[in-house]
């Protein structure tokens, strides 16, 4: 009975640490595209512009990060995001978001990956 209760606070203090490794790699990651993709879409209002959507700089302000343990969610709270992105029938798309997580997937899928490693390891 010791051992099955050893075991068991055992597995429940790997998967707690487990759960934190992952939600910090998850957190730098979020943060970190969240931060691309606001440089990308930053050029002061009023200055040169070769991209209609940088114009007013609203497009820029209005990216948010929400993440919880599990998931990120990288989003632009300004409606013009999505047109952007998918354009329309007189708008071509110009996406931004799409393109950024394309890039960056699998270098973030690495890291997750070695934040779970150091986890299990102990790190």
């Known amino acids: ?4 209760m050893k075991l068991s606070r ?5 998967g707690l640490a487990l759960e934190t490794h992952l939600a910090q ?3 730098r990651e979020a943060a970190a595209i969240a931060a691309s993709l606001v440089e990308t879409l930053a050029t002061p209002p009023g200055g040169p512009h070769q991209h209609p ?4 700089g609203t497009l820029h302000d209005s ?3 929400e993440i919880t343990a599990t ?8 409606p013009v995001a999505l047109i952007q992105e998918h354009g329309t029938t007189t708008i071509p798309p110009r996406p931004s978001f799409g393109p950024l997580a394309a890039l960056a997937a699998p ?9 779970a490693l150091h986890a299990l390891i102990g790190d």
């Open 53 to 56: 959507w940088q114009q007013t």
């Open 25 to 27: 790699a998850l957190q």
């Open 71 to 78: 998931e990120a969610i990288i989003a632009s709270t300004d």
């Open 10 to 14: 055992l597995a429940n203090d790997l």
């Open 107 to 115: 270098g973030i899928a690495h890291r997750i990956g070695e934040a």
């Open 63 to 65: 990216i948010e990060t």
């Open 1 to 4: 009975m010791i051992q099955t």
